[in-house]
């Protein structure tokens, strides 16, 4: 069997070289300033690969150049190792302003030996206090793993590897703000949170230990809709389907993705092996009931 000429043997192995060169096409010296802490970004491997430190004088982080308005965020983490307490490491989207949306991984260190803490939040228009915290089934320095975000008009979903943690819907016919208007950047950071990083605050940064270093590659955003600055309006990716002897366009399957049952089933048991605190729970900060988004169903949109 031949198609356009080439057997399927032929054509699986360009379509596998294809999607390689695709992802080493990636610099993240091309698709990224420095915004803070230009010597302590560090880009390797020809720039597809980024260390970022953080030392008394200063941390590091970057931001993309382009915005988007919608798009799933990928990106592979190698976290500091050892002593980090103090030390957060940081992968998250944010449209800047006062009334800003953001969405937050943020991977808080601890003393050696001690698990990481991993950190999420959610601000739309400019309200966050949505913080859910997790301990991980693996160990995120002795490795790289992937970190992601996605977010459509439906809603925004974090995953690790592929697992669902974290899903925030869009609810905003019941009151609930969701940001559909703002674009974002995409930023990726170290710094010194010593006042609360760490238990609390009660384990300070151990500059003996300087410099922390925390390890990026393989960012992916080839699913994402582009902002057009002179323009004011998002360039979205489609897909191409055949029907009615007829090549169309149609929009791209991950702008209308939403969690399926074994999605929710996926994030039910996270939840109850590996989450450790859920702001929709915490009666000291809510007295008067929980946050409106926190009362609907899950399952439910």
């Known amino acids: 069997m031949r198609a356009s000429g080439l057997c399927w043997p032929a054509l699986l192995l360009l379509l596998a070289l294809t999607a390689v060169a695709a992802a080493r096409d990636h610099d993240f010296r091309r698709d990224f300033d420095v915004t803070w802490g230009e010597g302590n970004a560090r880009f390797r491997d020809g720039g597809r690969q980024v260390e970022l430190s953080l030392d008394r004088r200063s941390g590091a982080r970057l931001q993309s150049k382009e915005r988007y308005l919608f798009g799933r965020f990928d990106i592979e983490i190698k976290l500091v190792p050892g002593e980090s307490a103090g030390t957060i490491t940081s992968f998250y989207i944010c449209t800047g302003g006062a009334r800003h949306d953001e969405v937050d991984f943020e991977f808080l260190g601890n003393a050696s030996g001690e698990p990481y803490l991993l950190h999420t939040n959610i601000f739309t228009d400019g309200k966050g206090e949505r913080e859910q915290q997790f301990v991980l089934w693996f160990d995120p ?6 970190y992601s975000i996605l977010w459509n008009p439906h809603n925004i979903i974090l995953y690790i590897d592929g697992t669902p943690i974290r899903v925030f819907r869009n609810n ?8 559909t208007r703002q674009p974002v950047h995409v930023f990726a950071s170290i710094w010194d949170a010593e ?3 760490t238990q609390g605050g009660r384990l300070k940064t151990d500059w003996a230990s300087a410099p922390f270093v925390a390890t990026y590659r393989r960012y992916n955003v080839t699913n994402a ?10 360039r979205c990716p489609t897909a191409a389907v055949e029907g009615g002897g ?28 590996y989450m450790v605190y859920d702001y929709c729970d915490d009666r000291r900060r809510f007295p008067h009931g929980s946050p409106p988004e926190c009362v609907i169903p899950i399952g439910r949109s």
């Open 141 to 146: 320095t002795a490795g790289f793993h992937t």
């Open 172 to 179: 905003a016919a019941r009151g609930v703000p969701f940001p």
């Open 195 to 197: 006042d609360w990083a």
């Open 225 to 234: 809709c582009v902002w057009d600055e002179e323009g004011g309006r998002a």
């Open 246 to 273: 007829r090549r169309r366009r149609r929009q791209a399957a991950w702008m209308a993705q939403r969690m399926d049952w074994w999605s929710w089933m996926t994030l039910s048991w996270v939840r109850m092996n």
